[in-house]
């Protein structure tokens, strides 16, 4: 049969998750496995129709797509992003729906359950019969075990296709409501106390309720703050996926255009930073994913560490849990503190007027104040992954990386705590007498509350 690889990755024939798809070509002659060159080439194709259209037939003449992408920024790259968004631009569904799909993703398994999630989702928009994803960490390829499971899973997608299966869609379709807002006046402007504010949005003419939702929040405040789009943002390029940013964190666009200067002079520098963007497919813009991706020149480290950040987002969130899971992801992992969402997919506009107002109050006190909420497990995790990997086999590629992490007392492994073990070594010896566990369990639960309680004491 013949399948068509939409690939993912800006590197090309030469990224990690091609030689994934080599070896499926191997382990599988019989098969016709067509790469499709999709993000290094997105330039081109947004440029020229007649290429888009040469992709989109084959993928019409295939049997089943195989989606195969690298991670970036818990997502996929930003040029197969904007490829998403031309299927729709271009009315090139057809070619797509009632074929079988599967997913093949590599990366070290930071987020990678959010960038399943929406392609998954974003098969079952294009009436796929999506079968199945696999996510291999980078070098999954050198292990007997995953390769056999690499093996077993192309299998099933192959046998699926024979058999003509109709998997369930477990994503029901997005849907916008028909609402024009129309903001009101202000009537109590909030005093920033010299804070600097940023708001980076990326609208475009014809996106009226985000346009006029920053205008309204801009003018919650006493004073003017600087808004700046996106698209006014001198960006050459997306990223390369080259790593040369993480010896010393030069990223290879730098003085060929102005995003890094922008992000380190306007970004960096504010003490409030609200992004706003419109929902398109189950994600904001291409636009804004370049944004992302291209701060990557940071590397692993949070650049905008006890910033307040929020969100002021057109469109269905509250039906795309999985877009709300990556930005607060992505500020928990920034070490910044989230201020709030506010969206245009519900109540009338002078509701909508009131959530934009509170926003700019409650940014400001938690500025002024401070305020920073705990970590929850989506920061905690990703920052243990992170810094396992950085501590070892990513040490040498992020050396950068691992010079920060080593200053900030990143790298704060448990074994590294000789009291701890000391206390964890008498305990495990003491608890193989039955006696001493008794009274371990009669004295537990008071045990546990007795180091809080000189904080309630008066």
């Not at 999630?117 to 294009?126: A, Q, T």
């Not at 999954?140 to 192959?158: C, Q």
């Not at 014809?206 to 003018?219: A, K, P, Y």
Request: glycine residues 8%; proline residues 3%.
């Amino acid at each position: 049969m013949k399948i068509a690889v939409l690939n993912g990755s800006p590197k090309g024939a030469t990224s990690v998750t091609m030689q994934y798809v080599r070896y499926l070509q191997k382990e599988f002659p019989q098969h016709e496995l067509n790469i499709l060159d999709v993000s290094s080439r997105v330039g081109k194709i947004e440029k020229d129709e007649g290429v888009f259209q040469e992709i989109t037939a084959e993928v019409q003449s295939s049997d089943g797509v195989l989606w195969a992408f690298p991670l970036y920024y818990m997502l996929v790259h930003s040029g197969y992003k904007r490829f998403i968004e031309l299927i729709r631009e271009r009315d090139a569904t057809d070619a797509f729906r009632d074929k079988h799909a599967a997913l093949l993703a590599t990366s070290i398994h930071f987020f990678d359950h959010t960038a399943i999630n929406y392609m998954h989702g974003i098969c079952d928009d294009l009436d796929m019969r999506y079968v199945g994803s696999f996510s291999a960490d980078m070098y999954d390829l050198l292990k007997d075990e995953e390769r056999s499971a690499l093996h077993l899973f192309a299998t099933e997608f192959f046998d699926s296709i024979e058999r003509g299966t109709r998997p369930q869609k477990t994503y029901a379709p997005v849907a916008r409501r028909e609402f024009d807002y129309t903001p009101g006046r202000v009537e109590e402007k909030v005093d920033p106390g010299g804070k600097k504010i940023l708001v980076v949005t990326d609208s475009e003419d014809g996106q009226t309720n985000l346009i006029r939702m920053v205008e309204r929040f801009r003018s919650s405040f006493v004073g003017d703050i600087e808004v700046v789009n996106l698209c006014d943002v001198d960006i050459k390029g997306p990223c390369l996926g080259c790593i040369q940013c993480g010896y010393d964190n030069h990223c290879v666009y730098e003085g060929k255009d102005g995003y890094i200067d922008f992000y380190n002079t306007k970004v960096k520098t504010a003490d409030i930073v609200v992004w706003a963007g419109t929902i398109r497919d189950r994600y904001l813009s291409s636009r804004w994913k370049l944004f992302l991706d291209r701060s990557f020149f940071n590397g692993h480290v949070p650049s905008l560490t006890g910033k307040q950040m929020g969100f002021i987002i057109s469109g269905p969130l509250s039906q795309i849990q999985n877009l709300r899971q990556m930005l607060e992801g992505y500020v928990e992992l920034q070490h910044a503190n989230l201020g709030g969402f506010v969206t245009d997919e519900f109540g009338d506009s002078v509701e909508i007027d009131d959530s934009l107002q509170d926003l700019a109050r409650r940014l400001t006190r938690f500025a002024d104040t401070g305020y920073a909420r705990p970590h929850t497990f989506l920061a905690v995790g990703g920052a243990m992954l992170f810094r396992d990997a950085i501590w070892g086999r990513l040490r040498f590629p992020f050396r950068a990386d691992f010079v920060a992490y080593r200053r900030s007392g990143a790298f704060d492994f448990p074994q590294k705590n000789l009291k701890s073990r000391v206390q964890n070594g008498l305990m495990l010896l003491l608890s193989r007498s039955p006696q001493f566990r008794k009274e371990v369990n009669r004295r537990m639960k008071d045990e546990m509350v007795k180091p809080l309680r000189k904080f309630l004491e008066d």
